[in-house]
C-alpha cells in the first residue's frame, strides 16, 4: 500500500504540475494572461487543482511508514515527529493551493465573469486569489522539503532507507531555495519542476523502501 501511495503522490503531483504549466505556457503570466488562459481551458484548470487538494491524503501512508523506518531511538523519534508534522504543514498548504487555484477557476473564471475579464475589479480578485495560492504552494513545497530533509537524517543508518536518501533529501532542499529567488528573478522559476521532481523522487522511493519489513534487508 505504501509503495502505491508514494508512487501514486509523486506520479499525480507531476501531472498536476505539467497541466498548470501546459495552461499558463509555462511562463510567468499577468493577472488579465492568467484568467484567459483559465477561462480557455477552465475543466482542466479546475481538474488539476481538485487533484493537487486531494493527492495529500496519500502522504498520510507514507510518513507512517517512514516514521516506523526512523524512529529507532529517542533522539531519531524527536526527529521524525518534526518531520511528520512539516509533511502534515504541507499537505494543508498545498490543499489550501489547490482550494485558492480552483476558486480562481470556478468562480473567477466561470461562464458568468467573461463579460467582465477586462474589468479592474475581476482583475484584483485574480491576482489577490492566485497570490494566496502561490504563496501556499510555495511555503507547503518548502515545508515538505524541510520534512523529507529532517526524515532523511533521523533515518539514517536504517537498512530499510537507500543510500542515496540523505545526499537526494538535500540536493531536493538546495534547488528548493533557489526557486524562491523567482519573487526577484522570474527565470528562476526553472528550479521549481527540479526542485519538485527530486522531492517527488524521494518521497515515492524512500517511501517504498521504509515499507519493506526490516527483517527483510537483514
Avoid: N
Wanted: aromatic fraction near 8%.
Amino acid at each position: 500500500m505504501t509503495a502505491w501511495a508514494g508512487a501514486a503522490y509523486a506520479v499525480v503531483s507531476l501531472i498536476v504540475l505539467a497541466v498548470q504549466g501546459a495552461i499558463v505556457h509555462f511562463e510567468v503570466v499577468t493577472p488579465e494572461e492568467l484568467l484567459a488562459d483559465v477561462v480557455a481551458q477552465r475543466p482542466a484548470w479546475v481538474a488539476a487543482q481538485v487533484a493537487l487538494a486531494a493527492v495529500q491524503a496519500l502522504l498520510v501512508p507514507v510518513v507512517i511508514a517512514l516514521l516506523g523506518a526512523v524512529a529507532a531511538s529517542p533522539k531519531s523519534r524527536a526527529a521524525a515527529a518534526g518531520g511528520a508534522a512539516f509533511f502534515g504543514l504541507a499537505g494543508t498548504l498545498l490543499v489550501l493551493s489547490g482550494v485558492f487555484h480552483g476558486v480562481l477557476g470556478v468562480h473567477l473564471a466561470s461562464p458568468a465573469t467573461r463579460g467582465a475579464a477586462d474589468g479592474a475589479a475581476l482583475l484584483r480578485d485574480v491576482a489577490l486569489v492566485h497570490a494566496f495560492g502561490d504563496t501556499c504552494y510555495f511555503a507547503g513545497t518548502a515545508a515538505l522539503g524541510i520534512g523529507i530533509v529532517v526524515l532523511a537524517r533521523a533515518g539514517r543508518g536504517d537498512p530499510r532507507l537507500p543510500r542515496w536518501s540523505d545526499p537526494l533529501a538535500h540536493a531536493a532542499a538546495v534547488v528548493g531555495v533557489l526557486q524562491f529567488a523567482w519573487f526577484a528573478v522570474p527565470a528562476a522559476a526553472v528550479f521549481a519542476p527540479v526542485a519538485a521532481l527530486a522531492q517527488l523522487v524521494w518521497i515515492a522511493g524512500a517511501g517504498r523502501a521504509a515499507a519493506r519489513p526490516l527483517e527483510a534487508v537483514r
